[in-house]
């Protein structure tokens, strides 16, 4: 029997969780509201509010898996990529109960980790399998062939589809975080009352910069001509951006199946949360004889289980890391 504690800091949540021979038994997530009023994450912010949640998130996960932390036999933490402050805070606090337990640490890659989210919860997707890896931060095709052998095959050029969503919602003067919202409000609205352009990115890469700017110029164009459009049509103007963000993953996606002939296909990270994502790939996967895979909701934004299913099949391999290991901001998958 195994069981390993994983640790989450890259970006403002704080998680940790325990897996018990590959079962996820907690999750605990402790989330940073005071960059709400700042519109986006403060780094030094974020690093100071994981310094005081580390200790509580972590003890909560251990007594609500009801074993004590003599019994866990691995430390599995992100290593990166991530806000440099904010992964310090949980490499140092892995580091440090590992060593002073004496048992092995594991560093696990955050983007990896989004990909293994798919081995918490049966079925399980096959090898290989294609995944669509998107949050605030990367936009990433992947070819899965085992659990620690991907091939990266389409990536973005510049901005994320997660950043077009948080940016459209600030230009729309949306709080933060506002990818969720513009989702709940594009439930509401006509997805084709506006038009936006679909960037022509050759192969299997995106871009999000140009529909970014798009958008921007668009909603400046129509508040001048009429004040307070953005008001009266929110809901028709989020439908018509999701549903083109969408539409450039989904077209990505449909190309690479066909290229390199895979039926299973993943989506995971935290846009695969967005209610528009998942129904288009569940409803191009019945159409193309896909089989489709995606968390649930709680295993789709950054949280310890992905880190701790991760540090299982690691533990399992014995890809044990030293005390002298380090965070990266960027660690390539």
């Not at 997530?29 to 986006?40: D, L, M, P, R, S």
């Not at 846009?271 to 994502?277: I, Q, R």
Request: hydrophobic share 45%; glycine share 8%; charged share 20%.
């Amino acid at each position: 029997m195994s069981i390993i504690l994983g640790i989450e800091s890259s970006c403002d949540e704080t998680s940790a969780a325990l897996c018990i021979d590959g079962k996820i038994c907690t999750n605990i997530i402790a989330n940073q509201t005071v960059h709400e009023k700042f519109g986006g994450v403060v780094p030094e912010l974020a690093s100071r509010a994981h310094q005081q949640n580390i200790i509580p998130t972590v003890g909560q996960a251990i007594r609500e898996a009801k074993v004590h932390k003599n019994d866990i036999d691995a430390v599995a933490f992100t290593r990166g990529p991530g806000l440099l402050g904010s992964l310090l805070v949980g490499t140092s606090f892995a580091k440090a109960f590992a060593l002073a337990r004496n048992i092995p640490l594991i560093d696990v890659n955050h983007m990896q980790a989004h990909i293994l989210a798919h081995f918490i919860e049966e079925p399980f997707p096959g090898f290989p399998f294609l995944c669509l890896t998107v949050s605030g931060g990367h936009t990433q095709l992947v070819l899965v062939k085992d659990y620690f052998q991907m091939e990266l095959i389409g990536q973005t050029l510049d901005d994320a589809a997660g950043e077009a969503f948080d940016k459209t919602a600030k230009i729309l003067g949306l709080p933060y975080p506002g990818g969720p919202l513009i989702d709940r409000y594009a439930q509401l609205g006509d997805a084709e009352a506006f038009a936006f352009p679909e960037p022509q990115i050759p192969g299997l890469n995106f871009s999000f910069s140009g529909l970014k700017t798009s958008i921007l110029y668009f909603v400046q164009k129509k508040e001048a001509e009429y004040p307070g459009f953005i008001q009266d049509h929110l809901n028709d103007i989020c439908a018509s951006v999701q549903a083109r963000i969408v539409s450039i993953l989904i077209n990505k996606l449909k190309r690479a199946a066909k290229e390199t002939g895979v039926r299973y296909i993943a989506v995971a990270g935290g846009v695969s949360a967005n209610s528009g994502l998942r129904a288009a790939v569940t409803k191009l996967g019945e159409e193309q004889g896909w089989q489709v895979f995606i968390p649930r909701f709680e295993y789709c934004t950054d949280n310890a289980a992905m880190i701790a299913i991760a540090g299982h099949y690691k533990y399992i391999a014995r890809d044990f890391v030293g005390q002298d290991v380090a965070p990266l901001a960027r660690y390539n998958l």
